[in-house]
T-cell receptor
Framework: ETGVTQTPRHLVMGMTNKKSLKCEQHLGHNAMYWYKQSAKKPLELMFVYSLEERVENNSVPSRFSPECPNSSHLFLHLHTLQPEDSALYLC????????????????FGPGTRLTVL | GNSVTQMEGPVTLSEEAFLTINCTYTATGYPSLFWYVQYPGEGLQLLLKATKADDKGSNKGFEATYRKETTSFHLEKGSVQVSDSAVYFCALTNAGNNRKLIWGLGTSLAVNP
C-alpha cells in the first residue's frame, strides 16, 4: 500500500449507530487531518494531529471523536450522527513544517462517503 | 482574513479547447498558492503550487502564475482532454502555518470528446 488509504469507502448508518472511519498513511508524515466535504461548501477542516497530539479542533460537534494512536493511523469515531452529517470525509497527511516556509502540501486519501439515515 | 475565490462552474469544454479557471485570493503576508484536483471517486491531489510572486507552477500541461499585483493564481491548459474532467480547487497557506489550507469552493470541469 502506498499513499493514504481510508476504510471503509462507503458507509451507511442510522442515527443511533456507532461506527469508526480509519485512515492510514504510508508516507512517513508526522501530521494528519480530517476534512468534511459537502456539496457547494468549501472543504471544512475538522481536526489536525501533529506528532500524535491534537493541535486543532475546529468547533466540531462532540458526536465526532478523533483518535490518533500513532503517526501512521487516524480514526474518526462516530456516534448519534444527524442526517446533515452525510458527506465525504477525507483524511490527509503532511510533513508538518510550521515555522518554516509553510509549504502546505497535503496528501489525501480517497475518502469515506458517509450517509446518515 | 484569508480567503480564496474561484470562478463558479460547471465549466464544459470540448476536447483540445483552451482552459482557464480563475482564482483570486485575499491574504496577509506572502501566502503559498496551490491547485488541487479531485477526479471522480477519488481524494484530492496536488496539481501544482507556487510559493512566491511571479513563480509559475506547472504539471501535466497545466500552469498557473502567482500574480501578487492582481492577487490571482489562474489555472490554464492549452488543450484539455477528456481525462481532465474533474473538480479543481484553488487554495493558499500563509507562511508559518502550513497546517491550515484555505480553500476555494472548487470548479467542476467536464470535457466532452
Amino acid at each position: 500500500e502506498t499513499g493514504v488509504t481510508q476504510t471503509p469507502r462507503h458507509l451507511v448508518m442510522g442515527m443511533t449507530n456507532k461506527k469508526s472511519l480509519k485512515c492510514e498513511q504510508h508516507l512517513g508524515h508526522n501530521a494528519m487531518y480530517w476534512y468534511k466535504q459537502s456539496a457547494k461548501k468549501p472543504l471544512e477542516l475538522m481536526f489536525v494531529y501533529s506528532l500524535e497530539e491534537r493541535v486543532e479542533n475546529n468547533s466540531v460537534p462532540s458526536r465526532f471523536s478523533p483518535e490518533c494512536p500513532n503517526s501512521s493511523h487516524l480514526f474518526l469515531h462516530l456516534h448519534t450522527l444527524q442526517p446533515e452529517d452525510s458527506a465525504l470525509y477525507l483524511c490527509a497527511s503532511s510533513q508538518d513544517a510550521s515555522g518554516t516556509s509553510g509549504m502546505g502540501e497535503q496528501f489525501f486519501g480517497p475518502g469515506t462517503r458517509l450517509t446518515v439515515l | 482574513g484569508n480567503s480564496v475565490t474561484q470562478m463558479e462552474g460547471p465549466v464544459t469544454l470540448s476536447e483540445e479547447a483552451f482552459l482557464t479557471i480563475n482564482c483570486t485570493y485575499t491574504a496577509t503576508g506572502y501566502p503559498s498558492l496551490f491547485w488541487y484536483v479531485q477526479y471522480p471517486g477519488e481524494g484530492l491531489q496536488l496539481l501544482l503550487k507556487a510559493t512566491k510572486a511571479d513563480d509559475k507552477g506547472s504539471n501535466k500541461g497545466f500552469e498557473a502564475t502567482y500574480r501578487k499585483e492582481t492577487t490571482s493564481f489562474h489555472l490554464e491548459k492549452g488543450s484539455v482532454q477528456v481525462s481532465d474532467s474533474a473538480v479543481y480547487f484553488c487554495a493558499l497557506t500563509n507562511a508559518g502555518n502550513n497546517r491550515k489550507l484555505i480553500w476555494g469552493l472548487g470548479t467542476s470541469l467536464a470535457v466532452n470528446p
